[in-house]
């Protein structure tokens, strides 16, 4: 009697929790749930950094559109829109029974097209949720990722340019957490970038892995696939631990599988994103 006399309480353990965004349009209000992990089939720069994520991805859109005037990194072959000669179509007249907001509404339509000889400026950077704390990631249209971060790292070593980015590494696949398919993008990528170079000889090659509020994915299981690749496609590559000359990473971030490759990984400090710091003199205080 004594139990079912105690007030029940109400648990929800067992209720999932799903954040939702509402968004409003003029005809009716509807709700979308936000997203909480890196799509598949993107490409771009995977960051992390100390807290204040706000401030990290602003240096890193600031960084990526200086590097971005660099015509090597960009991988589009755009013409330049030719000007017209065209004289510009003028605008009928309006009818007497057009009320304002159907003109206003007009108007604006008109001042978004892009004018004659000055066409609307593309957005390249796209920042795509992590949901992983103190982790960016940021897809760059028409760039080639590694060229991008490579230049980025050299960069940044060189002077301060940052406060609260640490490292970046260049993603070139995306994938939803699935071994089978995370196999064949590593044989792809390890058959493209492990061929010999001017000496006839194989680069070394080391392995990163790295997995965020993710248990499903196992390093071991991550290690014995590139060993298996390698053992078929480059059988006389070496590893190196310390200076490898390519290195492949694997970034586990929630239900996302994040896969990419790095060259002087160590020699690069591993992509980090600060300057190297000046040691103290002998003997100052």
């Known amino acids: ?94 009818d007497s029974d057009e009320d304002i907001a159907d003109a206003l509404k007009k108007a604006c339509d008109d001042e978004r097209q892009p004018k004659p000889g000055n066409p609307k400026k593309e957005r390249r950077c796209i920042q795509r949720p992590t ?48 071994l089978s398919k995370m196999n064949e993008v590593l044989m792809k990528v390890i058959s493209d970038t492990l061929k010999p170079g001017a000496d006839g000889k194989l680069p070394t090659y080391s392995v990163e892995f790295k997995a965020r509020n993710n248990d499903s994915v196992a390093k071991n299981s991550v290690l014995q696939m590139v060993d298996d690749a390698i053992s078929i496609l480059a059988p006389t590559a070496r590893v190196n631990l310390n200076h490898a000359d390519v290195t492949f990473f694997v970034q586990v971030s929630r239900t996302t599988i994040l896969v990419g490759v790095c060259r002087r990984f160590y020699e690069r400090r591993k992509y980090s994103l600060r300057p190297v710091k000046d040691a103290p003199a002998v003997g100052a205080v």
């Open 131 to 178: 949901g992983v704390k103190n982790c960016i990631f940021v897809s760059v249209k028409n760039a080639n990722s590694e060229l991008l971060a490579e230049k980025m790292v050299d960069l940044t070593q060189k002077s301060p340019r940052c406060r609260y980015l640490q490292r970046v590494y260049p993603v070139e696949h995306s994938m939803a957490v699935d």
């Open 1 to 94: 009697m004594g139990d079912n006399d105690r007030k029940r309480k109400y648990n929800h353990w067992n209720q999932k929790l799903v954040r939702l965004i509402s968004v409003k349009t003029p005809q009716f209000t509807f709700f979308r749930v936000k997203q909480k992990s890196i799509e598949a089939g993107v490409t771009g720069l995977f960051f992390t950094c100390e807290g204040h994520e706000k401030q990290a991805l602003q240096e890193a859109y600031s960084i990526i559109d200086e590097l971005l005037e660099d015509p090597t990194i960009s991988t589009s072959s755009e013409a330049a829109p030719e000007p017209s000669d065209a004289p510009a179509a003028k605008p009928e007249a309006d």
